[in-house]
């Protein structure tokens, strides 16, 4: 049970770290081409800058892990019996994933369009 705790806390925060590390590798992506206008290679300054984030990365997750494993506070959960479960939980799996009809698609906040992938060439 631990190790699975453990386990989920290292996944998370690796996860929301790394997706602003990429986010950021991006960024610097972009603003790089500045750097030949100073008469500096870019190429090296992208390489130097990239190493200095990836670095910074690194010690993040170091420290955003060992803050998290120090304030988890791991809650007891009671299983229910089946008379207490809320009514979503005992329709069938189809009744359950189906949309309410008077609701649409667009309104629901948890799902997100997704966004087409670019082609890179």
Known sequence: MLSE??????LGVISELWVDYLT???GLRVSIGLEAYAQR?????????A???FQ?????????????????????????????RPPEES?????AVAQ???VPQAAQPDQQPRRKKRRRH
């Open 91 to 95: 329709l069938p799996v189809a009744q």
């Open 51 to 53: 190493t200095e984030m």
């Open 41 to 49: 290679d870019p190429l090296v300054q992208y390489k130097g800058r």
């Open 56 to 84: 910074e990365l690194l010690a993040e997750v170091r420290v955003g892990i060992i803050s998290r494993m120090f304030t988890f506070r791991p809650r007891q959960i009671t299983p229910m019996a089946p008379a207490e």
């Open 100 to 102: 309410p009809s008077g």
């Open 5 to 10: 705790i453990y386990r989920q806390l290292l």
């Open 24 to 26: 950021k590798v991006e």
